[in-house]
Every structure is written in C-alpha cells, then in structure tokens.
C-alpha cells in the first residue's frame, strides 16, 4: 500500500505549523482568509520539492477491480443534499438572497436535492403566525458579538440557547426558494417544548400551528424533531428527554402529520450526534414500526477551532467515518431494517467548520471520501452542511462557489444512484481511495463512474484490473488547486486545469478530458477527481 514517509509528513506539517504560527504572531492570533493568502505561496514554495517526488523504497501497487455483474446498494437520486442552519431563521436568513438569481442558478446545479433546516437552534424556535417581528433577535441578551458577523470578520456559528420567533415572512422565503430551485424540504421542529413534569411529554402546540400554516400555503414540507438529542446535557441540562421518550414524542409527530398533511411526508429521526452514544440504538429498539422513514445521524471529523491541515489528509480520521457508519448500519439491520438510513448532517469540522481549511481545496478529501463511503454502506441521503453560512459551506459570504460547491456539482451530474463495490475499498489505510457508480446519463447505459482520491504527496499510477475498464475509453474530470496541487488552501479548483468560475450568474459547462483507452491511471499527489469509462456495458449498469 501507498503510503507517505514519516518523515515527509512530520517536514509538511512543520513548515506549515511554522507558517501558521508567523500568522498567529503577526496578527494577533487571527488565521482568515486575507492572512493566510499572504503566506499560501511561500508555504508552496517550502514544501514544492517535497511533495514532487516519491519517497525512496516506494511502490506503486495498487490496483482497481470493480464487481460489474450487479451492484451492491442504490441511493436516492437525492444523495448529495444540503443544509442550512435554523440559527439563520434567528439572523432573519443574514447571508442568503433567497430571490437573487445567482443563487437560484447555484441551487438549480445541485437537483435534485433535499434541502433540510435544522441544527442546534431548531430547538429554540417558536413559530408566530400572527407577528412579522422576530422576538428574541434583536440585542438578546445571549446574542454575542461572534453571532451577527459579516465577510469582515471570522464567523462562528455558536448556536444560542435562547427561545426565537419564527414569522410567516421567513417560513415563505425558504419555501418559495425550494419551490423556486426544484428542491425537497425538511425541517426540524423543536422537541424542547415540553408539558410540565410528571408528565414531561412534547408539547406539539407550535408544530400544530406551523403544519396547519403550512398546508393552508401548500407547502410541501418533511418533517423531523429535535437535533442531537444525545447531547440535550450541553444544551438544555433541565429538559432530560431518553431515547424512549423521543420515541414516543416521534409517534405524537406521525399522528399530527397525518392529521395535518393531505399527503404522505417523510418523517426522519433522532439526528444524533455521536453513533457510538446509545441512545441511537436505544431509540430504535423503542420506536414502533411505520413512525419514521429515515433513521439520522451527524458526523464531523474533528474541531474546527482546534484543527490543523494535515488533519484534512489523514488517513486515520477519513477510516474513523467507516467504523461509525458501520455501527449506524448495525444498529439500523437490528431493529429497523426497513428504514432508511441518512447522514442527517455532516461536514469537515464541527462549530462552523475550521477558518480557511474548511473552505479550501483540501477539504474536499473528506468530502469526496465520505460520499463515497456513504454510499458504500447503506445510506441513501448525505445532507451538506452547509449550503450557506460557516466556514464549511458550499458558498461563500459573497454566495460564490468555494471548491467544495464544485465538487458537489460534478458528482451529482456524473454519479449515478447504483453502486458498484469496488474490491478493498473499506479496507482501513486507503492512500488512494475508490468508489465506483453506474454513470449517469446522457452518458450510455453499461458506462461506469470511478470517483477516485490520490491522498499521496506524491503522483503516483493504479491499475486497472478489469478489461472492461482498461479497454474503454474515458472522460477525466480532475480537480486541482491553481498552480499545482502543493497550493491546497485555495479557494478555487481547476478543472483539468481550467480555474472554474462563473459566467456572470451562470454556471460555465464542467468539460471533460477525452482518453483513450489503457490499463491504468494517472493520479497527481493530493488530488483527486471523477473517471468515466463509456464503453463498459457493465450488466449492473444496464
């Protein structure tokens, strides 16, 4: 197996911890876009020589074989969604035109999707039907200085723990967006409204009047309660609610969006943050069949105000979404097997993501890592957080494509929802990664989609061991930085070197790179793209 010497890695991360701790010297300890862009170069500069040539004593072994009689899993066709933070509603949606065209043009590239509004906040919202005030907005006395932030300044969405209202004015902005862009919706209401104790069930009076709001309008909204109810402890400690609880709380929703919905809603549920809690498990052995159609779950790899750039590239941290994925399926064959499993939410780095990490090229290892993996283990829905707002979304505060967005279009127009196993690649220790779908149209039935990551810092070859594959010819889409792939905080990508930018408020066409037919590949160190092979006629894919 591939794999970068230890010395390499420790010269890497010295240089850009030196680089790093100049910024934090020369600035007061403030690492933003603007500052480290000064440094982006010389960081290249330093460590250029290192990442071009391969370590001595290294092999170039691996090899690709696909299984192309059948396919292993299918996804929705709604695989790759996205999310928006209900702390927005509280900001009175600050940072997102849902009306400008640019926006709706970026959102229309990523159909068809499911956009959910959830989060910390959800829990902490009172819809008004009657006020077109936000009450608890405007200078709450928990509103901080770092809540109400502009491209200026370093963003970061802590949460508040404060009851909000949400008016009738912010409900209709984000439907008629969804409307608008083609877009599925859900949203998470807020399960912290409780009867008074003994009894200490939900209080479903809010929800009650936003889905009779909502039909009256005609929205078509899906439905989820509470977010990350595991950690209700940090949050709310006074309002205990066990997995059990949830359950039944889920069961008082299904009745009211039965009642309340003149057609069927999905209903998806507990958005826990931590697998390995028990409450997940414990939660679907309680709750009955029919209450839920999807079973959630949140996954970050790591801090984002205590994560560092190699932690982008770690294999460890990209094998650890593996083990949780795992034990979410586990837990879901065991008690719910007929329900499907989501990754409710999920990005690099928890608390808004890490400042200028989060938002360049390298993030996009653990992005394109854990679709493929989802995908790989029964998931059939991954929700991006966050299509605006944070250090982690798909926008920036401008709504201009950072390189994840990018990445997100190309693997919604080249992937398809059949998956197709590719030998080896749950294997723990993956310095290239592969994942493979059935292509989707117009390219031909039988063509195959390789979505491939070179985590390497060097270039290196795979062989293809399938004659299916090694006699076909090609369409490379390959994502690097500007420059060379040593440049990987970039806020840009090229494209098989074209730097991909938009053409006033529309897309440019994503063109691929024709090849012929052979038996490997070429994969530049630290980068990564798409492979579609269009002569297979792979029997899975036809």
Not at 162 to 187: K, L, P
Not at 194 to 202: I, Q, S
Request: aromatic content about 10%; overall charge negative.
């Amino acid at each position: 197996m591939n794999r970068p010497s230890l010395a390499l890695c420790f010269s890497i991360a010295a240089l850009i911890n030196l680089a790093v701790g100049s910024l934090n010297n020369i600035h007061g300890g403030k690492l933003d876009e603007r500052n480290f862009a000064r440094f982006g170069e010389k960081i290249s500069q330093f460590h250029h020589q290192l990442l071009q040539k391969k370590p001595l004593g290294m092999k170039d072994d691996t090899s690709i074989m696909l299984h192309l009689d059948a396919y292993t899993n299918e996804v929705s066709e709604q695989y790759l969604s996205v999310a928006i933070d209900a702390g927005d509603i509280r900001r009175n949606w600050k940072g997102i035109n849902f009306t400008a065209a640019q926006v709706i043009n970026l959102a229309k590239a990523l159909y068809p999707a499911m956009l959910r509004v959830g989060g910390t906040s959800e829990d902490f919202i009172i819809f008004d039907d009657d006020s077109e005030l936000q009450r608890g907005r405007d200078f709450n006395v928990n509103e901080t200085k770092s809540d109400v932030c502009d491209d200026k300044t370093e963003c970061k969405l802590q949460p508040q723990t404060s009851n909000f209202t949400m008016n009738t004015s912010q409900w209709d902005a984000v439907n008629e967006f969804v409307e608008a862009v083609g877009w599925d919706f859900i949203f998470g209401l807020n399960v912290l409204l409780r009867k008074p104790w003994p009894n200490g069930t939900w209080d479903s009076h809010e929800a009650e009047q936003l889905l009779t709001y909502t039909t009256s309008k005609g929205y078509n909204v899906n439905w989820e309660l509470g977010n990350e109810p595991d950690r209700f402890f940090a949050v709310a400690p006074d309002i205990p609610v066990s997995p059990q609880q949830d359950a039944r709380d889920f069961k008082t929703l299904k009745a009211l969006v039965d009642d309340k919905s003149p057609t069927t809603k999905f209903i998806a549920g507990p958005d826990v943050a931590d697998v390995s809690n028990p409450f997940f498990g414990d939660f679907l052995e309680a709750i009955e069949d029919g209450v839920i159609n999807a079973a959630t779950w949140h996954h970050y790899y790591c801090n984002g105000e205590t994560a560092v750039l190699p932690d982008f590239f770690s294999v460890d941290r990209l094998d650890h979404f593996i083990v949780d994925s795992q034990r979410a399926v586990g837990y879901l064959q065991q008690s719910q097997p007929n329900v499907e499993l989501w990754l409710g939410e999920t990005s690099s780095c928890y608390d808004g993501g890490a400042p200028v990490l989060s938002s360049a090229y390298i993030a996009g290892f653990m992005w394109l890592d854990k679709l493929g993996i989802a995908a790989l283990l029964n998931h059939t829905r991954v929700f991006r957080q966050a299509f605006v707002g944070g250090h982690y979304s798909l926008l920036n505060a401008t709504q201009y494509p950072l390189p994840d967005y990018w990445l997100s279009v190309l693997h919604k127009t080249l992937v398809g929802t059949r998956v197709l196993y590719v030998l080896n690649s749950l294997e723990m220790g993956r310095y290239i990664r592969v994942y493979a779908h059935c292509a989707k149209a117009p390219y031909p039935a039988g063509s195959v989609v390789l979505i491939l990551l070179n985590i390497n810092t060097y270039d290196t070859t795979a062989t293809l061991a399938n004659t299916e594959l090694a006699s076909s010819s090609r369409d490379v889409y390959w994502l690097t930085p500007p420059g060379n792939t040593t440049n990987v905080l970039s806020m840009q990508v090229t494209l098989n070197g074209h730097l991909l930018q938009l053409v006033g408020d529309q897309l440019p066409e994503l063109q691929p790179e024709g090849q012929e037919a052979k038996d490997s590949i070429f994969l530049p160190a630290l980068s990564f793209g798409f492979h579609v092979f269009k002569d297979v006629k792979a029997p899975a894919c036809m």
